[in-house]
């Protein structure tokens, strides 16, 4: 079936392709080239999807959501604040809870329900610009290997079109960017910390010194995961592995 783009008035520049390697590597390659804040590419296949930690992230038409965002004016909180907005939306179209893993996941009976990767690109002019990739499992789950997956029509019992939840995800995220430039996280600090079920568990993370382990604490004002070790505290950077045990 195919994507109807007239119906994505949200992004002031909107790419479709029908298939692509990753939308994060086309939206970067635009934004290179001076593509305005909040250009959106959305493809219906990805053969080399870029998931985190190097993993591959493919996406087959109709079952799933794939689509990257430009983003020119970068909260220090943005993997956190974007995963907050989504969750918002996907728990508005389910009727039901969403949780969150702590930066990003987005989880439901603690299974995958979407995942987001957030890069960072220098473009011709020199400016830093972000781009912020999202996969929603919509009507198939896909098992990526990080944890088991469930879509959002096993959630909800029908399926969802994507070009609806694209446009609420888009709306959502932009109205949130704005008020975050105004207030900042603490907007949303409490709606994330209610979602995130990291707190409190058993983590481990990679450091020079080898595989670390202890219980996360609480997130630091940058949105870093604060770990309680038997050494002391250690911060979490989200760009670093972090897995529950
Ligand atoms: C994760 O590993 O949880 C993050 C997955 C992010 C996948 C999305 S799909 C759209 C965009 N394009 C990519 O190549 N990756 C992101």
């Not at 591959?56 to 990257?68: H, I, M």
């Not at 469930?150 to 932009?174: C, H, N, T, V």
Request: aromatic content about 6%; overall charge negative; charged content about 25%.
């Amino acid at each position: 079936m195919s994507f109807h783009t007239e119906h994505i008035t949200a992004a002031p520049v909107l790419v479709h392709r029908h298939e692509i390697d990753s939308t994060q590597q086309l939206a970067a390659d635009l934004g290179k080239d001076g593509s305005p804040h909040l250009s959106c590419v959305v493809a219906d296949i990805q053969t080399k999807g870029r998931g985190r930690m190097g993993r591959l992230w493919v996406t087959y038409p109709e079952d799933a959501l794939a689509c990257s965002v430009i983003i020119r004016d970068q909260p220090q909180t943005l993997p956190l604040l974007i995963a907050n907005v989504l969750a918002d939306v996907l728990e508005v179209f389910c009727k039901d809870k969403m949780g969150i893993k702590w930066p990003n996941d987005i989880l439901h009976s603690g299974k995958k329900v979407a995942g987001i990767l957030c890069e960072s690109f220098t473009d011709k002019a020199g400016e830093r610009f972000y781009v912020v990739g999202t996969g929603i499992n919509i009507n198939t789950p896909q098992e990526r290997g990080d944890m088991p997956a469930i879509a959002l029509q096993d959630i909800a019992g029908k399926a969802f079109s994507r070009e609806e939840i694209l446009q609420e995800y888009l709306s959502a995220l932009f109205s949130a960017l704005e008020v975050h430039s105004q207030e900042g996280f603490k907007a949303f600090y409490k709606d994330y910390m209610a979602r995130c079920q990291t707190i409190g568990k058993k983590v481990r993370w990679p450091s020079a010194q080898g595989e670390k382990y202890g219980i996360a604490s609480h997130l630091d004002e940058t949105g870093s995961l604060v770990i309680e070790t038997e050494t002391g505290q250690e911060v979490c950077h989200s760009a670093a592995l972090i897995e529950d045990l």
